[in-house]
């Protein structure tokens, strides 16, 4: 009795409550994060340097599944892509702004607006592929459209097989698919934008344009600049719109959907290793770009940015200078 | 003259939204029309064509049978309600400890969570494959929520964020009436957390139940084990013309977002736009 007592004393002191709390709590989390994300990443550089299927004897090659990467003409070239998806997303980021600005004003209807420019981000993503190869097929919906508008239908290519052509459409699904939902979050940035701006610009007599420009625009640039950075890591491992679309055919495969093709369907697994890992390396790059340009123009959390600083540091020269003479 | 400017404008903006929503429903409507068509209909009128009758509902009952759309959401449900018990404990567990106690490898394990939000999750899978496989967990629906709770970040920078903003003092207090830490987290911080955990739910339930590369990748016994969003893929192959039928399924799939979405629409704005600050 005594013993038991003096043992749930000793659990609810203080420094072993403490520390069983820590323990107990970071147990499961950070054996998953172990397990699932970071065995699997060093793995992953090791299965890099082998030829291997994951069945089966594997044979060390060195560098050439690197060497192969750069060379291959599917592979390295596929990162080109991504140009027709950093296009498209800062497309999406324009019309989410513009509609974000214009539904965050006075405007009728404006949550069936909202509600129905959003609701594609909800679908999910096979169901986005279907709806799509639906409305691009051959003498469908996207061509019947237009047709209304005044198209010969002879005209018109085949906007999934024309290679020239054909990114473009796909790249558009994710613009639709994703547009609604930067317009919901920059339209939460402008609501938590202080109200009584927009007092004082209406009693300055501003119109809705300068109120953008003067008051929105400034206030949520942060959000903006963040999203367009965002948007180029993002669009350097684009993955889902071609593979539900087209399957990577025509040349819309992009590198993850080259690299998932390598990996599950001719069980190349080195080599699709050794493209995870060269993408994740620029991807580390992008990042560290981003933050170094973070810190330099916002500051990171309460530390003020570089760039303000050195203006600072410049006007007290001046002022210094300007002192002693 | 001011007036008549200011009116075109507010015209030129209701044509700019009306063509917005426009180009948003389009796609969707004619899916509906489409699944509403008989197969004669179909195949002899334009898709843009109202279909005779809304009553016919044949394709739906094809598409529900042919997909197995029963087996589909139950499998759904189940990894929906698992995944997001799950993740939400852990992640506010965690979240806890790391903004509560300062102890060494505090910094480490942020780091780790930190840099682990920089790996895309698909470039992982060609090695998760391989440890999912020598774990046995293709085909077993428990592994398969495990490695879906395990691989979340978010929720834990969500839970995090709102921690800090939940002053210290009311654990301090909690500790003086001789409450344990387990204490303070179960029966103080937990039930605070509601907003942070509407928010988790809104951004992991979205991903989770639209989910389909990993569920396809793992779960590939597509008659025991096949879940709403991987159910299309059966229209894929010999049925991948037969648009009435996949633009039924395709609405089915649909209904439970909507219905989700009419009811929360407004947790589901505030969820985006909490999570977005936060990136």
């Not at chain 2, 189940?78 to 404990?89: P, Q």
Request: proline fraction near 3%; glycine fraction near 8%.
């Amino acid at each position: 009795m005594k013993e038991k007592k003096s043992l749930k004393a000793w659990v609810q002191s203080d420094k072993v409550n403490r520390k069983l709390c820590i323990f107990a709590f970071m147990l499961v989390p950070v054996a998953l994060l172990v397990v699932f994300t970071y065995i699997p990443f060093f793995k992953m550089i090791g299965f890099s340097f082998y030829d291997m299927k994951y069945i089966g004897d594997r044979e060390f090659v060195g560098l050439q599944n690197y060497i192969e990467v750069f060379t291959r003409k599917d592979c390295f070239q596929a990162l080109k892509l991504s140009l027709y998806y950093i296009v498209a997303s800062f497309v999406q980021l324009a019309l989410a702004l513009y509609f974000a600005s214009v539904l965050s004003f006075k405007v009728r209807g404006s949550g069936v607006f909202k509600g129905l420019m959003f609701f594609p981000y909800l679908v999910c993503g096979i169901a986005v592929g279907f709806i799509f190869k639906f409305f691009y097929t051959r003498g469908f919906v996207f061509d019947t459209v237009l047709q209304w508008c005044g198209f010969n239908l002879e005209q018109l290519p085949y906007w999934l097989k024309d290679t020239s052509i054909n990114n473009i459409s796909v790249a558009a699904t994710s613009v639709w698919r994703y547009m609604g939902q930067g317009m919901v979050m920059f339209i939460g940035a402008i609501m938590s934008v202080d109200a009584s701006l927009y007092e004082a610009g209406d009693i300055d007599g501003a119109n809705s344009f300068q109120k953008f420009i003067y008051i929105i625009l400034p206030n949520i640039k942060t959000i903006i600049v963040l999203n367009m950075i965002l948007s180029i890591t993002g669009s350097l491992s684009v993955f889902e719109p071609p593979y539900v679309i087209t399957g990577g055919d025509f040349g819309t495969g992009t590198y993850f959907v080259i690299m998932n093709k390598l990996a599950h369907e001719s069980q190349k697994v080195g080599l699709a290793s050794a493209m995870a890992v060269v993408l994740l390396i620029l991807i580390m790059i992008a990042t560290l770009i981003q933050k170094g340009i973070e810190k330099y123009y916002f500051g990171i959390g309460d530390t003020e940015s570089i760039r303000e600083i050195r203006k600072r540091k410049k006007r007290m020269a001046m002022a210094g200078k300007g002192g002693t003479r | 003259m001011l007036k008549a400017k200011r009116s075109i404008i507010a015209v030129l903006k209701y044509i700019t939204l009306i063509f917005g929503a426009f180009v948003s429903v389009l796609p969707i409507v004619v899916c509906v029309i489409t699944a509403f068509k008989t197969p004669e209909e179909y195949a002899s009128t334009n898709v843009m064509a109202l279909p005779q009758s809304w009553a016919y509902f044949e394709n739906f009952i094809q598409a529900w049978s042919q997909a197995d759309m029963g087996v589909a959401f139950r499998n759904s449900i189940i990894i929906l309600v698992c995944v997001l018990a799950g993740s939400i404990m852990t992640g506010s567990m965690l979240a806890y400890v790391l903004s509560r106690f300062k102890f060494k490898g505090n910094g480490l394990v942020r780091n780790m969570f930190l840099f682990a939000s920089l790996l895309p999750g698909i470039a992982m899978q060609v090695s998760v494959y391989q440890i999912m496989y020598s774990l046995g967990w293709i085909n077993f629906l428990p592994g398969y929520i495990i490695m879906m709770c395990g691989t979340d970040i978010i929720s834990i920078y969500i839970f995090i964020q709102f921690f800090e903003n939940i002053p210290d003092s009311l654990d301090e207090s909690a500790i003086m009436d001789g409450c344990t830490y387990f204490g303070v987290f179960f029966r103080i911080l937990f039930p605070l957390l509601k907003p942070a955990i509407v928010t988790v739910m809104i951004l992991k339930g979205v991903g989770v139940y639209n989910e389909y590369y990993t569920a396809n990748l793992y779960l590939q016994d597509k008659n025991r084990l096949v879940t709403v969003a991987t159910s299309l893929f059966k229209f894929t192959g010999p049925l991948g013309n037969q648009y009435n039928y996949i633009c039924a399924g395709v609405i089915i799939t649909m209904v439970p977002a909507l219905i989700v979405f009419i009811l929360c629409q407004k947790q589901i704005y505030g969820g985006l736009a909490a999570g977005a600050v936060k990136g």
